[in-house]
């Protein structure tokens, strides 16, 4: 069965063949070959450790399949992204989705795993269950700091793409966003916010 181009972004092609999704990390002819290679096998190595463990946990991500030097085969997750369905849910459901939004992240930012690019683009809702996906720049890390930063990309992506209400769906998600850390993660994202402002 051919396999069907599903997105291409900077780092990688994703590819779709029935209900998994493979992830390619492209060769970067700017870089010195060995390095390169071994700049995509680390990748690619650190995203389906992120995966596993997220899974372990009994977070919602994509079951990892197969992992090969610079190829990832994950589990398809199909569903509505909520960077394009998000707005056309009624009030209420929105708000019951984004605090379910907010208990995934918890859960990951308990067991000091950070997406790195949390954003509506990487969210799924499968029937009642919200999904991460997209690991793409994750890390493990305990930093109060890097849990803010998390956040901050959160909101930044409400304001972006769900301006109509993004205030409303905010606090939604942070009524969800309930864990030992949460109050010293949501205080340190008014200093990353401040820091942001400054530097326009």
């Known amino acids: 069965m051919e396999l069907k181009v599903i997105a291409q972004g900077a780092e990688a092609v994703i590819f779709l063949n029935n209900k998994e999704i493979n992830k390619s990390r492209t060769e970067k002819s700017y870089r010195h070959p060995l390095l390169d290679e071994k700049i995509r096998r680390t990748r690619t190595k650190s995203e389906a450790k992120i995966l596993q463990k997220a899974h372990e946990f009994g977070i919602n991500v994509p079951k990892v399949i197969k992992v090969d030097k610079f190829d990832l085969k994950i589990e398809f997750i199909e569903g509505d992204r909520l960077s394009e369905k998000l707005n056309d849910y009624k009030e209420e459901k929105q708000t019951l989705v984004m605090k379910k939004v907010g208990k995934q992240v918890a859960k990951l930012h308990k067991k000091d795993i950070i997406h790195g690019d949390l954003t509506t683009s990487n969210m799924i809702l499968r029937e009642k ?16 700091e890097d849990k803010a930063v998390d956040l901050h990309l959160i909101k930044q992506a409400l304001e972006a793409k769900h301006y109509q209400n993004h205030e409303k769906l905010f606090n939604n998600f942070l009524k969800g966003y309930i864990w030992d850390d949460s109050k010293k993660v949501i205080e340190r994202l008014k200093v990353v916010e401040k820091r942001g402002r400054y530097k326009h």
């Open 129 to 144: 269950e919200v999904f991460i996906i997209d690991f793409g720049l994750g890390f493990f890390s305990s930093k109060i």
